[in-house]
């Protein structure tokens, strides 16, 4: 029987834009208005073609590591929790593959201990918040200190140099592959993997399911536990790759690299529509916060205003991101539930 | 004073409401007397709580007038309809879990003095409306989450009962109250209709309606398909194909020659301290077992411990000779057994997400080669059951939360139909679900079964556990007292041992 064919009118010829779709592009807005207010204020620098595009690029290198960072964090809130160690992890790894035992062993060698202590240590993270039932905001604080704290026992608190047996990983930042600089194609690289990962693949699936209802996914056979221990290692994977980037854009590890990026990571996913309760997100979106949040910046510096204002405009963005997040989902609430 | 003569106090007059692509309300009318109880019917989706929605100013109508004691009312918000004299038990309950059944119940309108609410006083009259409801043995300082769900529908009676409202609407209480409670709240709708309160009530169960309404108004498509009919008067016949547009010819489908195959599972001695004791039951390949059983006889609970997402305290399952992890509910799906379980919004569905991805949520994985999903296959095969249960509206992009409660119920059950389950635990699988989606439902599970599928089913209702199951087992207060062949029982004796079970302690069969 077909009794409710009639009740579905869905308008023929106006395609609905999913909802992730829409607010993206509402970002993809957002930047425009930046470049428009860029414009505005410096116009002999934002209408010179040739500085633009090297401006753009230069945000887009400075937005790197964050970038990176931002992909892992998506993944851990889409999942239901949240890391807080990220920017310690940075540090830490930073520090670890720059010792002088590790930088024996090549560039290769480096990138490969960032890498394996990132994945232990988001997995520690992991460990703590599946089998340990710690709730992910302690557990990530507990290891944001510990990270941190190991990482200036490690460096001794002094910055530790790339050699210039190691070039290859300083020349990262200058090198560009047809013209777009490798630290960006990285960030790209981590972005298109992270959004295969998400969107094409079991783990992706599980992720959303984790995130949106545990105990449906529980039931459904979902091993949660496990997952959830991926989800954070991932993170720290990030972590390693975010580490390799500061590394090569300073050409040193230090204890006190990656200050507040989790900050910075946390709140451009949620400017992306990551809510902070689990279930929804996307990885473009996230990746436009991180590119909003440096135009901004940038937009600061180029008219030559005051850090404290460029503090205080981030946070009301973040404010502002945040309420209309809510008034969103209340509003669908409202709209479908009583 | 249940005649004609009765004040009308409420009138809808036209109402429409329009969802993103879906009208919902279509121009519906109705007319509710004071004193009476006025059933709203209808197929799942038909409109019927989007209808009270607008009713108690949770949703704003697109158009339409709403006259309400003779004045035209406009309810811009829940608060204003409850000031006006309005209550309103959802479907969906609505209980803040963190609280306390008090204050639950009396939630934004605690008694208080100079801001300061009284706790003692509070407490007191929940306890007296509890009472009243039958219930004075649910603890008024227990937290709500710790309840079970039947408490929680009583509790969220309660708090439209403690409202003193002139109108009470009710979006199937029913469906997770067991036999006795629901005598129990038709007990107290008959005090609330001899005082004049008007009672709206939405069931998917004509026998209900029959014994309680007075007069029907039955939807369908979001239009008045028929007004005022004679609640008791009106044959079936009538009442289904207003609803539907067609006639059901049978609800269950008829039994084929039983012939059980292998054992499927076997359950000895399984214990939850608790829930249920010593339980040992087996369901073969191609047999339906039923469970009968009160809510809070351990139906539920047995289910869940056999399924792995309990951990038993003693016994063990078999699954085709192999003995199952305790607690794990991996190694159960693995065997091929699947659950849907009884409570769908916090347990079964993402409703954030489309329908077709929860259709798929236990099985996304089969769907996919090297660990790469295949929305394509995914969405044909959701497709194919979502028609098979007729989730309407069609579209399987939706998010499940905008499907009304029975759409939403067969989203749960189809997400096992996709095949691959030996064995299928079903609790309450027909909850919300209207007669004809139901006997659809049957058919769908009748033909798993032909296909060497084992079932094991609870249901709070007598007659589908007998129309449906092979054999069925009876259950109280946690242990199981009688099996027989469905064949040989009736509904009466089922209820009888389900209830006081007095007489047949003697032949504890199981
Ligand atoms: N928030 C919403 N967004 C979109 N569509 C909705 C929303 N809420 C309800 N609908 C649609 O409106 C129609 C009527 O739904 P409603 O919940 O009123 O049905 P119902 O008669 O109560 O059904 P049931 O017997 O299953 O509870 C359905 O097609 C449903 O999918
Ligand atoms: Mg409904």
Redesign the interface.
Known sequence: ?T?????????AGRR?WSEPVKRNLGLVGVLIAILAVGAITRPDLFLDLDWLWRNELLILTQASAIGVITVGMTFVMIGGGIDLSVGALVALTSVWCTTVATQQFGSLGMIFTAVVVGVIAGSLNGVLIAYGRLVPFIATLAMLVAARGLAQMISGKLTQRVDVANQFINQLSFNKILGIPALVLIMLAVGVLGWILLN??????RT??IG??P?????????IRRHLVLLYALSGLCCGIAAIIVVSLSSAGAADHGDLYELDAIAAAIIGGTALSG??GTIVGSLLGVVIFKGITNLFIVNNLEQEYQLIVKGAIIVAAVLIQQFRVSS?R????? | MRGTAAEVVLELQGIVKDFPGVRALDGVDLEVRAGEVHCLLGQNGAGKSTLIKVLSGAHRPDAGRIMWLGEEVSFARPQAAMRAGIATIYQELDLVEGLSVADNVFLGREPAGLGFVHRGRMREAARGVLTRLGHGEIPVDREVAKLPSAAKQIVSMARALSMDARLLIMDEPSAVLAHDEVANLFRVIRELTAQGIAVIYISHRLEEIRDIGDRVTVLKDGRTSAANLDAKGTPTRELVSKMTGRTIEYVFPPRPDHSPGAELLAVEGLSLAGEFHDVSLKVHAGEIVGIAGLVGSGRSELLETIYGARRAGAGTVRVAGQELRPGDVRAAVRQGLGMAPEERKSQALVLDDPVYRNITLATFGRFASAGFTSHGRERTAAVRIADELQVRPPGVERPVRTLSGGNQQKVVVGRWLLGGTRLLLLDEPTRGVDVGARAELYEVIRRLVADGVGILLVSSEVPEVLGLADRVLVMREGRLIHEAEASTLDEHTVLDMVMAGSLLETENAV
Do not use: Q
């Open positions: 029987m009794v409710l064919e009639k009740a579905t009118p869905i308008p609905e094409r693949t079991t783990f992706g699936r959303f399911a949106g209802n105990e449906a996914a529980r039931l459904a056979g979902i091993n279930g929804r669908l409202r709209r479908t539930s009583g």
